[in-house]
C-alpha cells in the first residue's frame, strides 16, 4: 500500500520538474520565473490546488509520441488571494516552449468553465512560443475554445492577463478578451506576426521588444494596462488588483478595513485649481487627497495620459475613478482617451464597482487628425458607457466642463446620482474667448467692447452657478471637503438599483 | 516717544511672518503688502489687513518704493518693518518714511549708508579700529581693471556685487580668467537682483569660518551684543545651517569680537537690531567682513539661547525705548541651531525646483521629549506654491538643546518628522551634514561643503545600525498591511490566508548597495520582538519595537529598544520607500519563499543619459553656446538656463562633439528635457 502512496509523490515531483533542470535554469537565466513558481507568489502560499498534474499530450506526429512531459506545458488550477478564490493557469515555457496543444487547450479550457460556474476571477499566466506546430489544426481549435470561453465569461468574471513571456499569433487574442492585460518589462512580448515574418513579408525591420513589448503595449497601442519591472513585482500588483476587485458580476465590491476618516477635511484642495484658468495642476493630487489612505491603482497609467483611469476605495470600498488630466492636452478628450475611459467605465459597470467622475476638460482635441481618426465615434464610446452604466456615479466638475465634453463626463442628464461643482467650475458651452468671437462678431474689432463681452460673458457663464440654478448640478461644495462629500454620496448610492431595458446585447459604437 | 499702533510689514514670507507674530504679542495691528503671486500667501492671511503692491517680480512690486508707501498711506500705518532683503537696506527708504512721519523699525539711515556700502563700511571699520581683510575699495570699471587689481591682491579673490548679499552677486576667482567670468556674472546678477552693478575685489581668507555678532542699539546711545553665530556652513556664499553659539569661539575672542562690534555700531550711533559679520581663521584671528544693519535671516539662534525677542526690541527701540537690559545682563544658555530648508534637490546640484508643496507637514514646535526646542518659521502652507519670483526658502527649523549634542539630535528627528512633497528640497543634505563627523566635531570651515562633496551630494551615509532598526520597523508593517489584507471581504470562512511571522527585507540604497536581513516577528499586539538576522557572519539580534503605525501614514512613528525612531514612507510595489537621515531605501518586504525566489530577478541598470544634456530644473534658456557638429571640451560652457532669477551655465562633463541640439533661447523647459545630444 505504502508503494503506492510514494508512487503519487514520485509522480508529482516529476510533473512539478517541469522541462527539467537544464530549462529551468535557462528560464531562469533570462530573468523569468518558471510557471509554479510564478504561481507560488501570485497566490496564498500553500492554497494553490494543482488540476489535471499528469495530462499528457496525444499528439504522434514528427516523433512527438516520444516526448511527454506530465502537465503538458500549461499549470492550471485554482487558490486564494487574500483567502478569495481565484481559479489560475501558467504557462510553462520549460515544457516545449509553452506551446499550445490540443490538451494544453482542454486544460485551460476546464478551468475557465470552473471559474464561471463557481464565479471565481481567472488569471492566466501566459508564457508561450504560440501553437504547438506538430499538432496542426487542433492546436488552432484548441485557441478557438479558449477564445470562446473568454467571450462566454466577459463580463461574468473578472479576467486577468499576465504576459510573462512570449505570446505571438494566435497566442495574443485570449489576453486580449480578457478585461486586463499585464506585461513584464524586458522578458515579454505581444504580437501578431512577428520580426522575421515582417521582414520577408514587408521589408520592415524592427526588433520585438519594438514591435511587441511592455512600452510599446502600453504606450502607442494601449493593448497592455500596466507593466511591472519584473516577475516579483508583476505578481505582487496582480495581488494589489485583485483586491479591488469583485469576484464575479453578482459579488459586489470586496470590503476592507480602512486607515482613513471618511470626513477628513484637506484644506489644500482649495488651492489646487490655479488662479489662472489657462494653468494645470494635476488631477492625480486631488484623486490621492480623497481616496482611503491615498491608494490609487492605475489603469493604463502611460496611454492617453489625458484621461486617467484606475481604482480607488472609499470607506474600505472599491470606486472606479475617471478624471481628465489638465497636465495633459489640457485635459481635453480626443480618441485615444475615450476608448480608454470608456472601456474602464464599462468594465465597473460589469462588476458594479461604482464611478467616481472628476471633470476639467475645455473640450474635444479639434484637428484633422482627430477627426479622419474617427473622434466622433470614438467619443460616442465614451458617452455611451457612461449612460449605459447602472451603477452609482458621482461626479465632480473641478473646473472646466465645456461643450460636447461636458456632455460626456457623466453628466446629471447621462444619469448621474449626484453631480458636484467646485466654485471654481465653469460650465459652459465654451472659453469666454471663443464664445465673445462667436456671439459679437461685429465687435471683434473693437478691442474694448470685446474686452467687456469676455468679462460679461465670463461673469455668466464661467461659474457653476448656472448649471446650478437649472439642477444640473446638485450642490456646490467646497474643495476641502470633497472626499467628506463623495463618500456619503456613494453611501447614500449604495442600494441604488438600477436596470436597463431587456436586450439581447447593445450596440455600442465600436 | 510715540507708541507704535499699526506695522506695515514690507516684506513677504516667513519674515512677514514672524514680524507678525511678535506684533500680535504687543497687541500691535499688522498690515501685509502682496504681490500677486502672494495673494494668497500665509503672511497675507495673518496680517489684520493686507495691500496688494504689482505684479510678481520683486522689482515691480517688494521693492518699489512708491508701491510700499501708497500701501501705508492706505492702510494708515504708522510704523514699517522690512524685514531683510527688498527695501530693509535702502537708507532712501527710511528717509522718505521720516517725510511722512512714518516710524522707520530699523537703524537710522546714516547707519544704513555707512554700512550699507562695503567700500564705505570697511573704511569705517578700519577708522573704529576693527581688522579688516586686505582687498581693493574702489569700484571696478571692467573686467581687465577686475583681473589687474586680482593679480595686485593675489589670488584667491572674492568678487562681489557692493549692494550684495545672501550671496547673490559673488564669485570666488582662482585666476585670470576666472576673475574676468566672475567678474561679468557678478555684474549681471547685481545689475538683476539689486538694480545696482557696482562690484568689489578682496582677498579670499582660506579655511575661514564665517561668525558674526549680533548687535542691538536704542536711540539713547545704548548698544549691546548679544554673542555670535556660527554661518560657516555655505553652499556657494549662501548659508545653510547656523548656530548659535559657535563651537570654536572662547570667552576672550568672543569679548573682543564683541566689543569691536559695539564700537562700529556706535560710531554710526547704531539703534537697531543688526549684524557684525566677520571671517575668523584657525588662529582665531578675525576680520570684518560687513555689517547687516536689518534683522537676519538667521536671527533665531540668538533668540533661542539669550531669550530676547530681536522684533520685540527693535520694535521697542523704534519708538524710542530705552533697552532693557545691559551687556551684563546677556546670557547665553544652551545651544540653538538652524536648518534652512531650501526648495534646491541637492541630488540635482541644488538647482531650484519651483511648485506646488503637494505635502507640507513640518514637525510639532513646542518642547519635544528629550527637553529640546523645535521652532518652525515659515511663510509657507500645505498647498501653497514655491514661487519662481522668490528667494526659494520654505522654512527655518530651529532647535535649541541644553547644549549642542542635543541641538543636533533634536534636528536630526526633527528633519525625519518633516514632511514635504511636491517640489525637490535639501532635507536630506542637511541630515548627511548632521551625521558628518567634521561637523559633530565642530571642525567646520566655510568650505566645508565644497571640501566634503565636492562633486555634489550623491545621498548621505548609511549606517547599519539604522538600517537594521529601519529594516525591523518595515517588517512589523508590512505584517501590519498584510494582515488587513487578509481580512477583505469575500475571502472563504475558515480558509483564511495563514501569515507566516517570519518576513524577509531587501533593503536597497542603490544596485550596490543591498542589504538582506530575516525578521522573525514575536508577540501579538504591542510590543514585538523582532529577531533580526542579518544575512552574513553577524548573530542574529533581538530588537523590541512598537508602532501604531496604520496603512495609509506616511510618518512612522516607532519605538526601537525603548528609544523614538521615526522616518517617512511611502508605500511601493512589495514594500515601502524610507527616507531616514537623508538617505532613501527601497525595502521589499517578502515571505522567506518569495525572497528566495526574488533573487533570481535581474539587475536592470538604469539608462544612460551621459550623451544628453539635460535640463537640470525647470528654466528658460537664455544662451547656447555651441552649435551642432562642435568638438567641446571637458567643463566647456555649453548653455545657460535662467531659473529663480540665477543663471546657470551647464558645462560639458566630458570631451564630446554636439550631435544635436533640440532647444533654442527663449524656451522654456521642464527638469530633464533634452538640450543636446552628444556622439
Redesign the interface.
Known amino acids: 500500500m505504502q508503494d503506492i502512496l510514494d508512487q503519487l509523490e514520485a509522480r508529482r515531483a516529476e510533473a512539478r520538474k517541469g522541462g527539467g533542470d537544464k530549462r529551468i535554469d535557462s528560464q ?1 537565466a533570462k ?1 523569468k ?1 518558471t510557471a509554479r ?1 510564478r504561481l ?2 501570485l497566490l ?4 494553490f490546488e494543482e488540476f489535471d498534474m499528469f495530462v499528457k499530450h496525444r499528439s504522434t506526429d514528427f516523433g512527438m509520441d516520444e516526448k511527454h512531459f506530465p502537465g503538458d506545458g500549461v499549470v492550471t488550477g485554482w487558490g ?1 488571494i ?4 481565484t481559479f489560475v493557469y501558467a504557462q510553462d515555457f520549460t515544457v516545449f516552449g509553452g506551446s499550445l496543444s490540443e490538451t494544453h487547450a482542454q486544460k485551460i479550457c476546464k478551468v475557465q468553465r470552473m471559474a464561471l460556474k463557481q464565479g471565481a476571477p481567472i488569471i492566466g499566466l501566459n508564457d508561450s512560443g504560440g501553437a504547438r506546430i506538430q499538432e496542426g489544426v487542433a492546436a488552432l481549435a484548441g485557441y478557438t475554445d479558449v477564445f470562446q470561453n473568454n467571450i462566454i465569461a466577459s463580463g461574468v468574471i473578472p479576467q486577468i492577463s499576465v504576459i510573462m513571456g512570449p505570446s505571438a499569433g494566435g497566442a495574443v487574442y485570449s489576453p486580449a478578451l480578457t478585461d486586463f492585460i499585464f506585461m513584464v518589462r ?1 522578458s515579454s512580448y505581444m504580437f501578431l506576426t512577428g520580426p522575421d515574418v515582417l521582414k520577408t513579408v514587408t521589408n520592415e525591420i524592427v526588433t520585438a521588444e519594438e514591435l511587441g513589448g511592455a512600452k510599446t503595449h502600453t504606450t502607442k497601442s494601449s493593448v497592455a494596462d500596466g507593466a ?6 508583476a505578481l ?2 496582480i495581488r ?1 488588483l485583485f ?1 479591488f476587485l ?2 464575479n458580476n453578482r ?1 459586489g465590491v ?7 476618516k471618511h470626513d477628513r477635511i484637506d ?6 485649481v490655479p ?1 489662472n484658468p489657462n494653468l494645470p ?2 488631477m492625480k ?1 486631488l484623486i490621492a487627497k480623497i481616496a ?4 490609487f491603482y492605475e489603469i493604463q497609467a502611460d496611454f492617453a495620459k489625458n484621461i486617467l483611469t484606475g481604482f480607488i476605495r472609499m470607506e474600505g470600498q472599491t470606486i472606479g475613478v475617471v478624471g481628465n488630466q489638465p497636465m495633459v492636452l489640457a485635459g481635453c478628450i480626443d480618441s485615444d482617451a475615450s476608448r480608454k475611459a470608456a472601456r474602464f467605465v464599462r468594465f465597473c459597470d460589469c462588476f458594479n464597482i461604482p464611478l467616481l467622475t472628476l471633470v476639467d476638460v475645455p473640450g474635444f482635441l479639434p484637428g484633422t487628425a482627430q477627426e479622419f481618426g474617427g473622434v466622433i465615434k470614438h467619443g460616442a464610446k465614451l458617452l455611451y458607457a457612461y449612460g449605459e452604466a447602472t451603477v452609482p456615479k458621482v461626479t465632480v466638475i473641478t473646473r472646466k466642463a465645456y461643450g460636447g465634453a461636458y456632455c460626456v463626463m457623466s453628466p446629471k442628464h447621462l444619469g448621474g446620482d449626484i453631480n458636484y461643482a467646485w466654485p471654481t467650475a465653469q460650465i459652459a458651452v465654451m472659453g469666454a474667448k471663443g464664445a465673445v468671437e462667436i456671439l459679437h462678431r461685429k465687435d471683434l474689432g473693437d478691442a474694448e467692447k470685446t474686452a467687456e463681452h469676455i468679462a460679461d460673458y465670463e461673469e455668466k457663464f464661467l461659474s457653476p452657478f448656472r448649471a446650478a440654478e437649472r439642477g444640473y448640478i446638485d450642490e456646490v461644495i467646497q474643495p476641502r471637503s470633497t472626499r467628506k462629500r463623495v463618500t456619503r454620496a456613494f453611501a447614500l448610492l449604495k442600494d441604488k438599483n438600477l436596470s436597463n431595458p431587456w436586450k439581447k446585447h447593445s450596440n455600442l459604437p465600436l | 516717544m510715540t507708541k507704535i499702533k499699526k506695522i506695515l510689514i514690507a516684506n513677504r514670507g516667513e519674515i512677514a511672518c514672524r514680524v507678525i507674530k511678535t506684533a500680535r504679542n504687543m497687541g500691535i495691528e499688522t498690515v501685509a503688502v502682496y504681490s500677486d503671486a502672494d495673494k494668497h500667501a500665509l503672511h497675507v492671511e495673518m496680517a489684520d489687513e493686507a495691500v496688494h503692491i504689482g505684479p510678481p517680480p520683486a522689482n515691480q512690486s517688494y521693492i518699489v518704493m512708491d508701491k510700499i508707501l501708497d500701501a501705508i498711506k492706505q492702510s494708515g500705518a504708522d510704523a514699517v518693518h522690512p524685514g531683510y532683503g527688498f527695501l530693509s537696506e535702502n537708507p532712501e527708504f527710511p528717509k522718505a518714511l521720516k517725510k511722512m512721519g512714518i516710524t522707520f523699525i530699523g537703524p537710522n539711515p546714516k547707519a544704513i549708508t555707512a554700512m550699507g556700502d562695503k567700500i564705505t563700511s570697511k573704511k569705517l571699520a578700519q577708522e573704529a579700529g576693527v581688522s579688516t581683510v586686505p582687498g581693493h575699495m574702489g569700484l571696478i570699471e571692467d573686467a581687465d581693471e577686475a583681473v589687474k587689481i586680482a593679480n595686485n591682491i593675489g589670488y584667491p579673490v572674492m568678487i562681489k556685487a557692493s549692494a550684495g548679499g545672501g550671496g547673490k552677486g559673488m564669485r570666488i576667482a582662482w585666476n585670470d580668467e576666472e576673475a574676468r567670468e566672475g567678474f561679468q556674472a557678478s555684474k549681471n546678477e547685481a545689475a538683476a537682483s539689486f538694480g545696482d552693478d557696482r562690484i568689489f575685489i578682496e582677498k579670499f581668507v582660506t579655511q575661514p569660518r564665517h561668525i558674526e555678532i549680533q548687535v542691538l542699539g536704542d536711540k539713547h546711545g545704548n548698544v549691546i551684543y548679544l554673542g555670535e553665530r556660527e554661518c560657516s556652513i555655505q553652499r556657494r556664499n549662501q548659508k545653510v545651517i547656523e548656530e548659535a553659539p559657535s563651537p570654536f569661539l572662547d570667552e576672550a575672542t568672543r569679548k573682543a569680537m564683541g566689543e569691536e562690534s559695539v564700537a562700529l555700531a556706535k560710531a554710526v550711533d547704531y539703534d537697531s537690531a543688526g549684524t557684525v559679520e566677520f571671517i575668523v581663521d584657525g588662529d582665531k584671528n578675525f576680520y570684518f567682513l560687513e555689517m547687516n544693519t536689518r534683522l537676519q535671516v538667521e536671527h533665531p539662534v540668538t533668540e533661542l539661547i539669550t531669550g530676547v525677542d530681536l522684533v520685540e526690541e527693535m520694535i521697542r527701540s523704534a519708538q524710542g525705548e530705552k533697552l532693557s537690559m545691559k551687556q551684563k545682563d546677556v546670557q547665553l544658555n544652551g545651544w540653538a541651531i538652524e536648518s534652512r530648508i531650501y526648495a534646491e534637490d541637492p541630488f540635482r546640484n541644488f538647482l531650484p525646483s519651483i511648485g506646488r508643496l503637494v505635502k507640507y507637514r513640518p514637525p510639532a514646535e513646542g518642547v519635544n521629549r528629550s527637553g529640546a526646542i523645535i521652532r518652525n518659521d515659515t511663510g509657507v502652507y500645505e498647498g501653497g506654491e514655491i514661487s519662481m519670483y522668490y528667494d526659494p526658502m520654505i522654512a527655518k527649523l530651529c532647535t535649541w538643546g541644553e547644549d549642542r549634542g542635543v541641538a543636533i539630535n533634536a534636528q536630526r528627528s526633527a528633519l525625519d518628522n518633516f514632511e514635504l512633497e511636491g517640489i525637490g528640497h535639501n532635507i536630506p543634505f542637511l541630515q548627511a551634514v548632521y551625521d558628518h563627523d567634521r561637523f559633530e566635531r565642530g571642525d567646520i570651515t566655510t568650505a566645508f561643503i565644497a571640501d566634503e562633496y565636492p562633486d555634489g551630494f550623491e545621498g548621505a551615509d548609511i549606517n547599519s545600525g539604522h538600517a537594521r532598526k529601519i529594516a525591523a520597523v518595515c517588517a512589523l508593517m508590512h505584517d501590519i498591511k498584510e494582515h488587513r489584507a487578509a481580512e477583505i471581504s469575500g475571502a472563504l470562512p475558515n480558509h483564511k490566508r495563514h501569515i507566516p511571522d517570519i518576513w524577509s527585507v531587501e533593503l536597497k540604497v542603490s544596485n550596490d548597495e543591498v542589504y538582506h536581513y530575516t525578521a522573525d516577528i514575536n508577540g501579538e499586539e504591542g510590543l514585538r520582538t523582532i529577531i533580526m538576522d542579518d544575512e552574513g557572519d553577524k548573530a542574529a539580534l533581538e530588537l523590541e519595537v512598537m508602532t501604531g503605525w496604520t496603512p495609509g501614514q506616511t510618518l512612522v512613528r516607532a519605538s526601537v529598544d525603548a528609544a523614538t525612531f521615526n522616518f517617512q514612507v511611502q508605500p511601493i510595489s512589495e514594500g515601502f520607500k524610507v527616507w531616514h537621515r537623508g538617505v532613501e531605501y527601497k525595502a521589499a518586504i517578502r515571505n522567506p519563499r518569495a525572497a528566495e525566489l526574488a533573487r533570481l530577478m535581474p539587475v536592470k541598470i538604469p539608462p544612460d543619459t551621459s550623451n544628453l544634456l539635460l535640463c537640470p530644473m525647470p528654466g528658460v534658456i537664455v544662451s547656447i553656446m555651441v552649435e551642432e557638429g562642435q568638438e567641446i571640451m571637458d567643463g566647456q560652457a555649453l548653455a545657460i538656463v535662467e531659473a529663480m532669477k540665477m543663471e546657470n551655465t551647464l558645462r560639458a562633463e566630458k570631451k564630446a562633439v554636439v550631435k544635436k541640439i533640440n532647444a533654442a533661447p527663449g524656451d522654456n523647459l521642464a527638469v530633464d528635457e533634452v538640450i543636446m545630444e552628444f556622439e
Open positions: 531562469h530573468g520565473l513558481e507560488e507568489l496564498d502560499p500553500g492554497s486564494t487574500n483567502g478569495r478564490k524586458d511591472f519591472d519584473n516577475d516579483m513585482e505582487a500588483e494589489r483586491d469583485p469576484l459579488d470586496p470590503v476592507r478595513t480602512f486607515f482613513d484644506n489644500s484642495l482649495d488651492t489646487l488662479e495642476y494635476d493630487e482611503d489612505e491615498g491608494d
